[in-house]
């Protein structure tokens, strides 16, 4: 266990040396979130103040909270896992005594952590300030957001896993990169709350693995589902908590025999 | 006798690679066996794309083999990877085990946690690698600021960190000046000394197996050739020595039996002959060349190593 511990605090390490990217990412995500804020409050008053629950002050919670999520949840489907193995430095993964897939999602939950302080707390505060939003209702409230967060952060990682792990089979994995790309973004309600879709692209979605790791986090941090409901979310993530684990070792195991090291 | 360390029997190890539009099956590795016993020192050498890397992947757990089995440190590389993986100690030249964006000390304290050190442990093997192998001076630095020399020895520390019983390097010297190789060699003899753990090495740099190895394995095309000493392959291709004496007076270029002429300098003072040490003997081919000149000093010429593999490899139609 010390062993993994180490490993999330060296992928904490890893991302605080790389702290202009933080700002980077810190300022494309306050553009993108006004933007949102346009789009999404015109859609809200339109409607008459009142659009599928969601009045002002909540929506402006998804959206920071969604925005303020995106440096830690990966929605693009770039793996450190699908690089080692094209490249061949994955050798060194199995070199090691470790777990090759608890490794890499402890690596990747570390990387999250330590994004949701250069890049999640600002963009919050940033919304905080610019527009106003609403928060979770008491201790209980707090407590659950954040055990959905930190879910949501390990399906993400175990997630994108998968995305890597295909490489074992097929060395270039850039094509579904960009499938996971295209399709985890909306699927996990980072353009639109999940709420919004039609009735049945919101049954699509809950068969999926990605509103777990964004829109359930927020919709509990932000207090908009509360009580039964929201244990209701924390045990969706925690079924897709298990099967993302179960199918990350399976891949690792079956993907090990037909690894052939690339690079000599 | 004891158990060996590396044992492989008949181990085979297939790619398929896309020619075009065929796939095309490569033989990496075939129909090796070969046996190593703790403590022993040997060299695995061989052209480029022998098959020495992919052996080592093998033996290592990282690739499943095709054909054959290997055991190493008493276990099944796949199957037991990860116990293995505490038992050895491996770096591959090209490539790094160390986080790319952390400082080198930061790197083996990580190393040091994924292995289970006691922080004790941990401390006394980090002094004895950090003093020994010269890397303190950049202990701080990230390691993507090292220069290759300096990066090879962080290298060789982080694989010996946990103070494996098997080392194994595939191509440690490779890109590293004549000093820095002369260094690393030392080290590695002082720690084979201090630990006794058994060494096997890859390399291009036949320095390194005149230093390192009282074994040598050459491989070619993915199939053991010749298992045993340097001399003993120099011997089998008919690698010679050469003699070179310094004359009293300037000599017309001497003809003696058994020997080859290799060249004359200083107007005759300076020659040397190469001969075969199967068929005459430094000491015959001297007594001739005293009889007819006297002889001020001579030197022998062991034979050149590159030379030897050459050799072998031009003999097998390369
Ligand atoms: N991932 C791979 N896919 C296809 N073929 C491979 C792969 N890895 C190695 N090979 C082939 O296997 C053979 C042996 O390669 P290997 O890397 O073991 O050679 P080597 O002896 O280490 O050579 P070098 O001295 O150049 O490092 C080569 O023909 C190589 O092309
Ligand atoms: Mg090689």
Redesign the interface.
Known sequence: MRTYWRLLLAGIRRQSTYRLAALGGLVANTTFGLLKVAVLFAAVRAAGGQLRGYDVGAMSAYIWLSQGLLGSVNLNGRTDLADRIKDGSVVVDFLRPLDVHAAAITTELGRSLFNLVPRGLPTLAIGVLLVGMDVPHGVTGYALGAAALLLGLVISGATVFLVGACGFWLVETRGLQVFYLVLSGFLAGLFVPISLFPDWLRTTAALTPFPSMLMYPVDLLSGRVVGAAALGLVGQQLVWLVLTLAAGQAMTRAGRHKLEVQGG | MSEPIIETDALGRD?SVRDGLRRRTVVAVDDLSLRVEAGESVGYIGANGAGK?TTI?ML?????PTRGAARTCGLRP?AD???L??E?G?V?G????L?W??SVR?SF??LA????LSPERERRRTDELVERLEVGEFLGT?VRQLSLGQRMRAEVAAALLHSPRLVILDEPTIGLDVLSKQRLREFLLAERAAHDTTLLLTTHDMGDVERLCDRVLLVDRGRLVFDGTLTGLSRTVGAQRVLVVDLAEPTPDLAIADTEHLGSEAGGLRQRLAFDPEHTTAARVLAAVTERVEVRDLAVEEPDVEDVVRRVYSARGR
């Open positions: 790619f890397s992947k290592t757990g990282i690739l499943v796949v990877r990860r116990r993986a505490r050895v491996v591959f090209q490539r790094s085990q986080w964006d952390l930061e304290s990580i946690a994924i292995h289970g990230a």
